[in-house]
């Protein structure tokens, strides 16, 4: 259903052998930041890292993640309706019904909270204009992509509210994430600084990108680890690593900086989509908003059913009939669990964590640097 123009990305992989592992990784390759390794052994995801120690007690709450930056999320709230336009009442109803379904704003958040980090190292007194934008254009996209998604999925909710097709139908859902995509694009292109321009466009090729690779293995019980981790990377992780690498450039931040923090942002959205794949195994249709399961129910295989495949032949046996069989479905879910799927996920999620709480290092000790760490324990607290 994406109807704006999508191309591959292209990666240049190879193959590397890793000393200290002992074992070959097939996709360590070169792209925006530099040679950045995404992919974990597929045998066993256990990497010697600093643990991630408690400095807070009891559970963080998002309110008390973003209260550091809560002056610069109002003031993104009561931009972006403007930012959309008056064009058409119908796209824009469409568009400020998804603004208004719940969203915690975690992307902008993370634009703010990084910016003002690495302004830290710069001597930059106050966020400038452009990291403003930055975060008002990052919020755009991730809305104009969920409107596509669920278009894709016949997702009959999002946030537990109807979704936008639900409501005006496909081809008004399909305008809205077009249009939310071309005005991102072009707030974009007035930011005038070609090397975010050339980053944050090829966020919009990974959604497509992400969806095609998706959308070609259901049912897929050949699917490896390496395959499910570059989709949740197209999907989920390249627009969050993007506005990262791109906050800290606004702020004139070095290129070691810069990328650590897209290396940041990538680590911190894998494990987001891995933690948000376990939790459609763990939580109820009420907690999740959707019905539970249904990556599994459509044929997606997500990172605990990959791990169980390695453990269950039975449960291969049952994907591969596409649950013809009544109770199959179930009995697949139960496998998942039986058999390890969902722990193995669970330490693939801390691992993602623990890397990105590593580069997050180079940055000086303060509030907003804290934040950042305190957003990778938020994450994981979800599975606790």
């Given amino acids: 259903m994406w109807s704006m123009s999508c191309a591959r990305v292209g990666l240049n992989q190879r193959a590397l052998e890793l000393p200290s592992c002992g074992v070959k990784k097939r996709s360590l390759w070169r792209r925006r930041s530099g040679v950045c390794c995404l992919f974990s052994p597929t045998q066993n995801v256990s990497v010697q890292m600093p643990s991630l120690n408690p400095i807070t007690t009891g559970p963080i709450s998002v309110s008390s993640l973003l209260e550091v930056v809560g002056d610069d999320l109002h003031k993104l709230n009561i931009n972006l309706k403007s930012l959309i336009g008056a064009e058409n009442p119908v796209l824009i109803s469409a568009a400020e019904q ?140 390249s627009l969050i690593a993007s506005s990262t690498k791109a906050a800290a450039i606004f702020s004139s931040s070095s290129p070691t900086i810069c990328n650590e923090m897209y290396e940041y942002g990538k680590n911190l959205g894998l494990s987001f989509q891995v933690v948000d794949d376990i939790l459609d195994f763990t939580q109820s249709a009420e907690q999740l908003g959707k019905p539970a399961a249904s990556d599994l129910r459509k044929g997606n295989l997500t990172a605990p059913v990959i791990f169980a495949l390695q453990e269950e032949p039975k449960l291969r046996e049952i994907i591969d009939s596409e649950f013809m069989e009544e109770g199959s479905l179930e009995k697949a879910i139960e496998l998942v669990h039986s058999c390890g799927g969902i722990k193995k996920a669970q330490d693939l999620a801390k691992e993602k964590g623990n890397f990105a709480i590593q580069n997050l290092q180079c940055l000086p000790q303060s509030e907003f640097k804290t934040a950042l760490e305190n957003m990778v324990r938020y994450n994981l607290e979800r599975i606790d």
């Fill in 98 to 237: 998804i603004f208004g379904a719940g969203g915690k704003r975690l992307r902008p958040a993370l634009v703010f909270l990084v910016s003002r980090a690495t302004a830290q190292l710069t001597g930059l007194k106050e966020l400038t204009v452009e990291h403003q934008r930055l975060a008002e254009i990052i919020e755009m996209i991730h809305t104009a992509s969920l409107i596509h998604d669920d278009v894709i999925d016949d997702s009959e909710l999002r946030r537990g509210k109807q979704t936008i097709h639900q409501m005006y139908g496909t081809k008004v859902a399909v305008l809205a994430g077009d249009f939310m995509f071309a005005q991102s694009s072009w707030f974009l292109a007035n930011l005038e600084n070609l090397e975010v321009i050339k980053l944050i466009s090829q966020v919009i090729k990974d959604f497509a990108s992400g969806e095609i690779k998706q959308a070609s293995s259901f049912f897929n019980v050949d699917l490896t680890l390496e395959d499910y981790l570059l989709k949740s990377y197209y999907k989920t992780a």
